[in-house]
C-alpha cells in the first residue's frame, strides 16, 4: 500500500510539447516569406523593362517573289531587257523588335532572352532614339531601304560594265560646319584633293585621307557651272568631316524594279545586288545553292556594316541557308556567334561576294577566302 495516491496521468490527447509549436510557428512563417517573395517575383517579372527583344526576322529571296496587291510579282525585275532564268536562293535576312517604347517586354520574357543565342537584349532607347516618333523612324527606315534599293542597281551595273552619271549630290550642311554658307542643297561634288568622287564611301575616304591640318580643294557643279571650292575638315569622334548630308543621284541606262514590302534600312544592299547580277547574266550565280548574307553597299561596290548580325545569321540556318557572306567590318560580331552548320564568309566588295557565290555553285571553295577570326 503506497503512503501517497498515484498523480493522475493527463490525456494524452492535451499534451502540450512546446518544441511542436515552435516548429508549427516557423513553419508558417516560412511558407508566409516564400509566399510573399513568389507573389512580389511575379509582379516584379510582369512588369514592362527599359529594354527591347532582337530576334530572327522574315527571310527573302531576292530570286524569288513576293505577293503584293493580291498578285505574285518578281522581288527583282528588269523589263525591257534580256533576263535569265535563275535558281537556287540569294537571302536576305531581317530583324524583328520585340517591344517599343510604352509597350516593351516583361522582365521574364527579357531572361528568358538573355538565355537565347538567337536574341539580343538591347536598350529600348538604342532602337527607339528620344525625341523621334515611331512614324518618323519608320520612314527613315523606308527612305533607308529605298536608297539603298537604288545604290544596289547602280552597284550590280557596274560590277556588269556599264557606264552612266553617278553624282553624289549635297542635301544640306550642318550649322557651325566648315560646309556651312559654302555648300548648298543640290551642289553635286565632282572630285576631292583632284580625286574623283563616284560614291558617298569615296567622298568620305577621300576627306579622312586628307585629314584636318589644312584646307581640301573640292570641284562642285552648281546649276550646272563647275566651280572649285576650299574647305578645312574638322575632327569629329576621329573621322575628319566637312558637315554636309549627301545622297547618290543616278540616270541609270536600263529600269531595274525591286519589290519588296514592310522592310526598311538599309542591310539589304548587297543581296539586292547579287540578285540583280544573277538576272542580267547567263547561268545559275548559285548553282542551286541556298546562300544568304547581309550587308550595305554603295555604288562603287563596297560593302559596309549592320545591325543584328548575330540574329541574321541564325535567321539564314533556320531558313536552310549554308553558306553566309558578312561584312568584313562586323566580324567582331560574328566571332563565337556563328551557328553549326552554317559557313561564313567575310566581304568587302561586291566583286568578292559575286566570286565567293560563283565558287560555291562549282563547288570550288578552299582556304583562300577569308573568313572571321578572332586575330
Partial sequence: MSLFEDEPQADPRWRHDPAVGRRTLRERIGWTAISVALVIGV??????????????????????????????RPLIAVPGEQT????????????????????????????????????????VEAIFPPGISESDRD????????????????????????????????TG??????????????????????????????????????????????????????????????DNGGTAILGIGVRMVYDFPIDVEIQLDDVGGPSAGMMFALGIVDTLTPGDLTGGESIAGTGTIDSAGAVGPIGGIRQKMWGALDAGSTWFLAPASNCNEVVGNVPDGLTVFSVETLDEARTIVEDVADGAVDGEYASCSAG
Fill in 43 to 72: 509582379v516584379f517579372a510582369l512588369l514592362p523593362s527599359p529594354y527591347v527583344i532582337e530576334q530572327p526576322g522574315p527571310v527573302y529571296n531576292t530570286l524569288g517573289s513576293q505577293e503584293h496587291d493580291g498578285e505574285e
Fill in 84 to 123: 535569265y532564268p535563275t535558281d537556287g536562293e540569294l537571302n536576305l535576312l531581317t530583324v524583328s523588335v520585340v517591344g517599343k517604347p510604352g509597350r516593351t517586354p516583361n522582365w521574364l520574357e527579357v531572361l528568358g532572352s538573355w538565355f537565347d543565342r538567337t536574341k539580343s537584349v538591347v536598350p
Fill in 139 to 170: 520612314q527613315r527606315n523606308q527612305a533607308a531601304m529605298v536608297d539603298s534599293q537604288q545604290d544596289a542597281i547602280a552597284a550590280a551595273l557596274v560590277e556588269l560594265g556599264y557606264d552612266f552619271p553617278r553624282e553624289v549630290t549635297v
Fill in 173 to 234: 550642311s550642318a550649322e557651325g560646319t566648315p560646309a556651312a554658307g559654302v555648300l548648298q542643297e543640290g551642289d553635286v561634288i565632282e572630285s576631292v584633293a583632284g580625286q574623283p568622287v563616284h560614291s558617298i564611301g569615296e567622298l568620305r575616304e577621300a576627306v579622312q585621307a586628307h585629314g584636318t591640318e589644312s584646307p581640301v580643294a573640292l570641284v562642285i557643279s552648281r546649276d550646272g557651272a563647275e566651280q572649285s571650292v576650299e574647305l578645312t575638315p574638322v
